[in-house]
Every structure is written in C-alpha cells, then in structure tokens.
T-cell receptor, first 112, second 115 residues
Framework: GQNIDQPTEMTATEGAIVQINCTYQ??????LFWYQQHAGEAPTFLSY????GLEEKGRFSSFLSRSKGYSYLLLKELQMKDSASYLC?????????????FGSGTRLLVRP | DSGVTQTPKHLITATGQRVTLRCSPR?????VYWYQQSLDQGLQFLIQ???????AKGNILERFSAQQFPDLHSELNLSSLELGDSALYFC??????????????FGEGSWLTVV
C-alpha cells in the first residue's frame, strides 16, 4: 500500500526557519518531490530528491533518508508570501507504472 | 505559467449531467496526469497517459474516463455527476513516463461545481 504523512498545519514567524516533515511508505520508490500550493492555485515544483542527503535551492532545502522513509523541507528567512500548503509527493513504482502520489499537504501560516 | 493549459477554468453543472475537461500538455511532453482535489483535501491521482496509452490508474470512478489523443492533448470525461464530484481537477504533464527526476508540471486546474 501507499501512505504519506505530513503535519496538517504549522505556524511560523516571518524571518524564521521552519521544517516540514514527511514520512512515506510505498511499494516502490523512485524519488520524492516537494510542491508549494497557494489556495485555489496549481501546485508549483520546489524540489526533488532521489538519493539520500540534502538538496539546497536558495531559501529552500530538502532532505531525504530512504532507509527511514523520511524527508523534510526546510524553509529559511520566511516571508509572508510563503504562507501556503506544502505537498510531499512520492513517485511510486509498481506494476510497470510510475505514479506520483501526494500527501495531504501541510498548511503553513507565516505571521509577522 | 507552467505551459500546461486546461479548459474550462470554471464550470457549473447539475447533478446527473456529463462534462468534459480538456488539457494541453507542455510542448514536447508525452505524459499526462489527472488529479482531483476536493475542498481542503490533498491531490488524488486519477489516471496517467503516455503517448496515447493508459499507463497508470488511481482512484478513478467508473463514471469517469479519460483519453489522450494523437496530438497529445487529453480529455477527462465525468458523467452522472454527483454533488461530491465538485472539486478542482488538475492536469499535469511531464516529458517522459518514468525518467528519474522528471518533473511534473501542473496546469491551473478546472473548477467543477455540481449543483
């Protein structure tokens, strides 16, 4: 089966750092993605990890541990515009097909 | 702008009716995905096509069907609509079916309201 867990909501202060965790269980694994989604808008790609370790991209970093089925998204120097939902998605390999399966998302509220 | 185009952007229809949602993938992308997102819910994978063929199926109801045409655009058909089908339907595309690291880009979505 497939299971992706993220916290439902998080709150942080402008200028601070926040870490959003994601744990997953899938029958196969071919990469983990993070997307940002503002309410009523399309998800936009943030990062991709397929090997263990940290990927840094400006204010955003993403970490993966395949043995633990764990990832996190780190957002630094938070800005008000970072208030959005953050979606963890795993590319699940099975039955000769690749599906991108999403968690329910973490709603982040950035306060002044 | 992701390059994925969806029409219509908004649609209101009555229960029992049938609608068709259309998606044009990014230029050069062969894979098309459909997702459903109900209010305050996560993205539910419906179905994936690659170069005209169905490649993966998710939680898609029997009342729903999709296809990908030779020009690579795709349509999602929703029939016998129920109130619970009201949702935001996203189309996404990627270059290939399964290349590692292949990013999936989303369209702006089609808002469906069933009354």
């Amino acid at each position: 089966g497939q299971n992706i867990d993220q916290p439902t909501e998080m709150t942080a202060t402008e200028g601070a750092i926040v870490q959003i965790n994601c744990t997953y269980q899938t029958s196969g694994f071919n990469g983990l993605f993070w997307y940002q989604q503002h309410a009523g808008e399309a998800p936009t790609f943030l990062s991709y990890n397929v090997l263990d370790g940290l990927e840094e991209k400006g204010r955003f970093s993403s970490f993966l541990s395949r043995s633990k089925g764990y990832s996190y998204l780190l957002l630094k120097e938070l800005q008000m515009k970072d208030s959005a939902s953050y979606l963890c998605a795993v590319r699940d390999v099975g039955d000769s097909s690749y599906k991108l399966i999403f968690g329910s998302g973490t709603r982040l509220l950035v306060r002044p | 702008d992701s390059g994925v185009t969806q029409t219509p952007k908004h649609l209101i229809t009555a229960t029992g009716q049938r609608v068709t949602l259309r998606c044009s993938p990014r230029s050069g992308d062969l894979s098309v995905y459909w997702y459903q997102q109900s209010l305050d819910q996560g993205l539910q994978f419906l179905i994936q096509y690659y170069n005209g063929e169905e490649r993966a199926k998710g939680n898609i109801l029997e009342r729903f069907s999709a296809q990908q045409f030779p020009d690579l655009h795709s349509e999602l058909n929703l029939s016998s609509l129920e109130l619970g089908d009201s949702a935001l339907y996203f189309c996404a595309s990627s270059v290939s079916r399964d290349k590692t690291g292949n990013t999936i880009y989303f369209g702006e979505g089609s808002w469906l309201t069933v009354v």
